[in-house]
């Protein structure tokens, strides 16, 4: 795998001595998709900033493409795209003339077909000649996408993407940005959208206080730290679990009628069978049982509670 963007020993502390970013260490491969996951303050703003070069850096190295951010600060710039947090857009303007004008920031020649194509791939092409403030927010975001690949980079950052857009206006979103990952972007994006992340990410970044907490496929990640629940539904009324069952580190329900017992899916003993044995054994009746899985949701959680 090839690495696009190459971040080492990345500290940033604002003005107001706030870590922001902590010793952030990050290798971003060429073709994937990306997610950065944290709760509001993480710091995923500030090291899209960071790589981008809209805010300095305190100490460290941050590469694109072989380019470092400081150094060769306008070569690394020309290999990204940025979709900001934030919409910022001249409101009077047509949305062919705004997607033409940032190519030309870059110094990129004009290109017509190149624009065409970028405006029909985000469904723009039939609003090119409308004026930015009589879209809606939906297309106003789409226009902020053609805007960022208007100097075809190879790399697009999204701040996320889809904050405020509908359900339908979402998943179109998803749509959109998988096929830019099929042409061969790389995709980075922050979202407060699980589901967005377990939907989209080849792999997932968890951030919290200026610290990548972990970072891995997304499938390893579901797969390594999902657990199951197994819910036995009884016949009696527990009060107190039985000596015997102290080693299976039950839960007694809020009915009191079920026993919950976590496992996990992937080892080869799940305990499972000698639980029920030793259930049958106390002459606790079973009526039926069921299983339960956490999903990426609930994996978040628990890691930003061990943090
Ligand atoms: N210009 C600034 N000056 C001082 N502190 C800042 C500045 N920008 C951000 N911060 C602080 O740095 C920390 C990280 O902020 P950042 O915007 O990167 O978080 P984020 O993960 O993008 O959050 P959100 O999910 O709310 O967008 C926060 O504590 C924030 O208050
Ligand atoms: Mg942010």
């Not at 971040?7 to 604002?14: A, C, D, E, S, V």
């Not at 009324?237 to 009915?255: C, G, P, T, V, Y």
């Amino acid at each position: 795998m090839q690495t696009i963007i190459e971040i080492k020993n990345l500290r940033k502390i604002y003005q107001d001595n706030k870590v922001a970013l902590d010793d952030v260490n990050l290798n971003i491969f060429k073709g994937e998709i990306i997610a950065l996951l944290g709760p509001n303050g993480a710091g995923k703003t500030t090291l899209i900033s960071n790589i981008c070069g809209i805010s300095s850096i305190t100490s460290g190295d941050i590469k694109v493409n072989g380019f470092d951010v400081v150094d060769n600060y306008r070569e690394a710039r020309k290999c990204i795209g940025i979709v900001p947090q934030e919409l910022s857009f001249e409101p009077f303007e047509k949305v062919i003339n705004t997607v033409n004008f940032s190519r030309q920031l870059f110094g990129k020649k004009p290109d017509e077909k190149y624009i065409e194509n970028l405006l029909k791939k985000l469904s723009l092409w039939d609003k090119k000649d409308q004026i930015i403030r009589s879209l809606s927010g939906g297309m106003k975001r789409r226009v902020l996408i053609a805007k960022a690949l208007s100097h075809e980079p190879d790399v697009l950052f999204l701040d996320e993407p889809t904050a405020g857009v509908d359900v339908e206006l979402r998943k179109d979103m998803w749509n959109t940005i998988k096929n830019l990952q099929n042409s061969g972007v790389t995709i980075i994006l922050t979202t407060h959208y699980i589901e967005e992340a377990e939907l989209m990410a080849n792999r997932i970044a968890v951030i919290n206080n200026g610290k990548i907490l972990l970072i891995d496929k997304k499938d390893n990640l579901i797969d390594r730290m999902s657990k199951k629940t197994l819910i036995i539904h009884t016949n009696s009324k527990i009060n107190k679990i039985d000596k015997a069952l102290e080693k299976f580190k039950l839960r007694i329900s809020k009915d009191k009628k079920n026993l919950e017992y976590d496992y996990s899916p992937n080892k080869k003993k799940t305990g499972i069978t000698t639980l029920l044995n030793e259930i049958k054994k106390t002459g606790i009746e079973l009526i039926d049982v069921q299983t339960k899985q956490s999903n990426l949701e609930q994996i978040f959680v628990e890691i930003l509670k061990n943090d």
